[in-house]
């Protein structure tokens, strides 16, 4: 199944915090039972839980690529279904394919479209991507909300997650049900209305 969380202040330095992160983490070890990744930089930290499927070494998260521009790092979970038609284009615009993962896939699509990449996938997902020559996270999920992602914002803070009881092991994060929570519950059930973020 595999889940992720992370948090990230481009106003604050969070490199002391890698024990909040990993408390979020082990919320969601039913979900990745196999395996756990850390990143953490100097705004951002990553991690992800991991149910081994295909490419047990090439499938490895959080995955960082590094190109001249930039460096990129990716946690996801999910399938894509169209994997090949992406490796298709990746290839024929020179990118180099080193994995039989679709996360290594999704994260050069995005690297290659940019944040135009949700248009180009089917599949069911929902990833972070930290970018740092732009210095900015883009969360995505899947339109219809197959694959969850929780998030808040706190004190210029922003919290994510595949499950939302891993927000509440960030310090200071409450339990608060408001109208458009109960709208949402009541009225799609456990999909909830579409959103992407970049922070």
């Known amino acids: 199944m595999c889940g992720f969380v992370g948090f990230t202040n481009f106003k604050a330095g969070i490199t002391k915090d890698r024990t909040i992160l990993e408390n979020m983490n ?8 196999d395996e756990e990744g850390y990143y953490i930089d100097k705004n951002v930290a990553l991690a992800h839980r991991r149910l081994i499927v295909i490419d ?3 499938g490895k998260q959080p995955m960082i690529e590094k190109y001249s521009f930039g460096t990129y790092v990716i ?26 993962s679709d996360t290594e896939i999704l994260l050069k699509s995005y690297i290659y479209y940019g944040k135009d990449v949700i248009n180009h996938l089917n599949g069911i997902f929902a990833f972070a991507i930290f970018d740092n020559s732009k210095n900015e996270i883009f969360l995505a999920r899947d339109h ?23 927000l509440f092991e960030y310090p200071g994060i409450e339990k608060i049900l408001d109208k458009q929570g109960i709208s949402e519950l009541f009225g799609i059930g456990p999909a909830h209305t579409p959103r992407n973020y970049c922070f």
Do not use: M, W
Not at 26 to 33: E, I, V
Not at 144 to 166: C, H, M, Q, R
């Open 56 to 58: 047990p070494e090439g």
């Open 75 to 100: 946690v996801y979970n999910g399938q894509i279904y169209n994997t090949k038609e992406l490796k298709k284009v990746l290839l024929e615009h020179n990118f180099k394919i080193n994995t039989h």
């Open 144 to 166: 219809f909300g197959v694959k969850p992602l929780f998030y808040t914002v706190s004190n210029d803070t922003l919290i994510f997650a595949s499950e939302i009881k891993a």
């Open 26 to 33: 082990k919320t969601l070890a039913k979900r990745g039972p």
